[in-house]
């Protein structure tokens, strides 16, 4: 009987040691899960984390797309962003160094989410949007009044007829626009370019009368990538940032002395001098008209016509600080001064146009026509 008894107790502990085991195998089991679980939970708020910062630099940009005036400012996702996922973005104007052309700014983001922290370093640099800078078309340009541009040459994607009314340059005749392409302002077409009937770069005085111009005969014409049309993301990004021009657009004409003086306050958070955009859209075979003088100190206006324009009418100046964007034809009927850039397919100039370029318009961007470059990064 011992024997049979010794053998039961044997059995009886090996079972106990097996249990035993099994415990401390599982429980290991347990603990390796739960800190998979846990690596992978923290893998997941980094990971979110991340794309927060990231986010927010794509939102700080937005901004100063639409007001590139705004050198300082702070954004956080407070109210915006859904789940556990936060952030905070400050900016401030970067340090000028030397020949610096466009203006910038320092970007310092956080983020986190749960126990995750992330950080963001950035330095933005903001720049024109290829169109429009100064004076441009894609197409043909029709002078039968006189047309003023300075700190800027006329750039045309196609002929120039009547160069005998255009006056280039004041004091100062460098252009301000493409410097690096042409030292002095001039007519650069893609066609041709006539004075008083006669191409100025046909016969055996080719030229002599405009040195400063570059046409198709000229064998030395850089302009092609000068002329494009706004592209579409450019449109896009003007149209969600527009306002409602209100009564100043009625039964087809726009009065520009009618528009507000300022950004409305849920497009301004600031005192910014950059303004705002008014979006304009015109039925087939119709053109908006523009009238009107926006009075001193009001703040400059991007004009997108998405179709043809008429601006000014006799006897009433139209004058106003900004951009013009007409995506058709472009007709001017009265006397009208334009204080910034002005972009058509095509101009006709029917009464007296000026075109006027500031020389520091780098550094006085438009709503709308800014572009964030990024200068250097830090961060995930």
Request: aromatic share 4%; proline share 6%; glycine share 12%.
């Amino acid at each position: 009987m011992r024997p049979a008894s010794s053998q039961r107790g044997y059995a009886l502990l090996a079972a106990l040691v097996v249990t035993a085991l099994a415990a401390v195998f599982a429980a290991a089991a347990v603990a390796a899960v739960s800190a998979r679980q846990s690596i992978v939970g923290a893998d997941v708020a980094n990971v979110r984390a991340q794309a927060g910062v990231k986010q927010a630099l794509a939102r700080v940009c937005l901004e100063l797309r639409r007001h590139p005036a705004a050198l300082e400012g702070t954004l956080s996702s407070s109210g915006a962003d859904a789940g556990d996922v936060a952030w905070l973005a400050n900016w401030v104007a970067a340090d000028a160094g030397a020949g610096m052309v466009w203006p910038g700014v320092t970007v310092q983001i956080e983020g986190s989410c749960g126990a995750a922290r992330k950080r963001l370093s950035a330095v933005l640099q903001l720049r024109a949007e290829p169109v429009p800078q100064g004076l441009v078309t894609a197409a043909d340009v029709e002078l039968q009044a006189p047309l003023r541009v300075t700190g800027s040459g006329l750039y045309c994607g196609g002929c120039l007829r009547g160069r005998e009314w255009l006056e280039l340059g004041s004091v100062d005749p460098a252009d301000g626009v493409h410097g690096d392409v042409w030292s002095l302002v001039g007519v650069h077409a893609l066609g041709g370019v006539w004075a008083a009937g006669e191409e100025t770069h046909a016969g055996p005085q080719a030229g002599w009368e405009y040195p400063c111009d570059t046409d198709m005969d000229t064998g030395d014409n850089e302009v092609s990538p000068f002329v494009a049309p706004p592209d579409a993301s450019l449109l896009v990004a003007l149209r969600d940032a527009a306002v409602d021009p209100g009564a100043a657009l009625h039964d087809g004409t726009l009065d520009l002395a009618e528009l507000p003086l300022s950004p409305p306050p849920s497009v301004a958070a600031g005192a910014w001098d950059d303004g705002y955009v008014v979006v304009a859209t015109t039925a087939e075979g119709a053109e908006l008209r523009l009238t009107g003088e926006r009075p001193p100190g009001a703040c400059p206006v991007v004009l997108v016509v998405l179709g043809d324009a008429a601006i000014g009418e006799p006897g009433q100046p139209t004058a106003f600080d900004g951009a013009l964007l007409v995506l058709g034809s472009l007709r001017v009927c009265g006397t009208s001064t334009l204080r910034g850039h002005l972009f058509a397919r095509d101009l006709l100039v029917s009464a007296p146009l000026s075109v006027e370029i500031a020389g520091d318009w780098r550094l006085r961007q438009f709503a709308g026509l800014a572009s964030a470059v990024l200068e250097s990064l830090d961060g995930p």
